[in-house]
């Protein structure tokens, strides 16, 4: 488990694709005290429960094959949807609270598509990247990785 010092008044982002815990840290790097600030949840069944067509079909320029397109991914446009409002929020709050330290920690995907919507405003103050699903662990399970 790695271990990073969190200074007080931080914010760690823990999220998913789908729900996403703005905690701060009301104690000091000996001992984090994390609360929940905001929770964002939203609904995303699965994708064959959100698009019903088949995928389509194209002819090639010049011959009379035809080949077949991907399904769509409805599942994963809205998580990405999902992260990329997710770091409006977090610009949102690193503006009118001065945060001055921030942790995110989400799966792989969720935090790739984290790093690319996030503003560099935001950037500069991230402190920490874990690339675990914790969304749905204790906090006091979160608290672990931040001890000095």
Same mark, same amino acid.
């Given at each position: 488990?790695?271990?990073?010092?969190?200074?007080?008044?931080?914010?760690?982002?823990?999220?998913?694709?789908?729900?996403?815990?703005?905690?701060?840290?009301?104690?000091?790097?000996?001992?984090?005290n994390l609360r929940a600030e905001r929770v964002?949840?939203?609904?995303?069944?699965?994708?064959?429960?959100?698009?019903?067509?088949?995928?389509?079909?194209?002819?090639?320029?010049?011959?009379?094959?035809?080949?077949?397109?991907?399904?769509?991914?409805? *599942?994963?446009?809205?998580?990405?949807?999902?992260?990329?409002e997710v770091a409006d929020v977090l610009e949102?709050?690193?503006?009118?609270?001065?945060?001055?330290?921030?942790?995110?920690?989400?799966?792989?995907?969720? #935090?790739?598509? #984290?790093?690319?919507?996030? *503003?560099?405003?935001?950037?500069?103050?991230?402190?920490?990247?874990?690339?675990?699903?914790?969304?749905? *662990?204790?906090?006091?399970?979160?608290?672990?990785?931040?001890?000095?």
């Amino acid at each position: 488990m790695n271990e990073y010092p969190i200074p007080r008044d931080a914010y760690v982002l823990v999220g998913d694709g789908r729900k996403a815990l703005f905690l701060r840290n009301h104690g000091d790097e000996r001992f984090p005290n994390l609360r929940a600030e905001r929770v964002f949840e939203q609904q995303n069944p699965r994708s064959s429960d959100q698009g019903s067509d088949h995928p389509g079909r194209a002819f090639a320029p010049d011959t009379h094959r035809r080949s077949s397109m991907e399904t769509t991914d409805w *599942h994963g446009l809205q998580e990405d949807r999902f992260a990329r409002e997710v770091a409006d929020v977090l610009e949102q709050l690193v503006r009118t609270h001065d945060v001055k330290a921030v942790a995110i920690i989400a799966p792989p995907k969720t #935090l790739a598509e #984290l790093r690319r919507a996030i *503003h560099p405003d935001v950037k500069v103050r991230v402190f920490a990247e874990i690339d675990k699903d914790l969304t749905k *662990h204790p906090i006091s399970d979160i608290e672990r990785y931040f001890v000095g």
